[in-house]
């Protein structure tokens, strides 16, 4: 459900292991495991700081406004390379 960050070495993987893990979810559709992540990941060791979606009329943008997490609409690759840049997420 998950993918590292290209690029992130042993030294962060063993780093990431003793602090919060900064969580970015990308959805384009209902946003039900959107939803489940949120509610389910360990709180002390994961943040979610954003969702980043394709379609601005996904399910998943009122998912995310009802728990309080940022959206970001990634209309091209480039947008959202640059919110990725942006929020810098240890996990994507």
Same mark, same amino acid.
């Given at each position: 459900?998950?993918?590292?960050?290209?690029?992130?070495?042993?030294?962060?993987?063993?780093?990431?292991?003793?602090?919060?893990?900064?969580?970015?979810?990308?959805?384009?559709?209902?946003?039900?495991?959107?939803?489940?992540? /949120?509610?389910?990941?360990?709180? @002390?060791?994961? $943040?979610?700081?954003? !969702?980043?979606?394709? =379609? +601005?009329?996904?399910?998943?943008?009122?998912?995310?406004?009802?728990?309080?997490?940022? /959206?970001?609409?990634?209309?091209? @690759?480039?947008? $959202?390379?640059?919110? !990725?840049?942006?929020? =810098? +997420?240890?996990?994507?």
């Amino acid at each position: 459900l998950y993918t590292l960050i290209p690029g992130v070495g042993q030294n962060s993987l063993d780093t990431m292991k003793n602090s919060q893990v900064n969580v970015v979810i990308l959805a384009s559709g209902s946003g039900s495991t959107f939803q489940y992540l /949120v509610e389910n990941l360990p709180k @002390d060791r994961f $943040l979610v700081k954003a !969702l980043v979606v394709s =379609r +601005p009329e996904a399910g998943a943008v009122e998912r995310a406004k009802h728990l309080e997490v940022p /959206v970001f609409f990634a209309e091209s @690759d480039q947008v $959202l390379l640059s919110e !990725l840049t942006a929020l =810098r +997420p240890d996990l994507i």
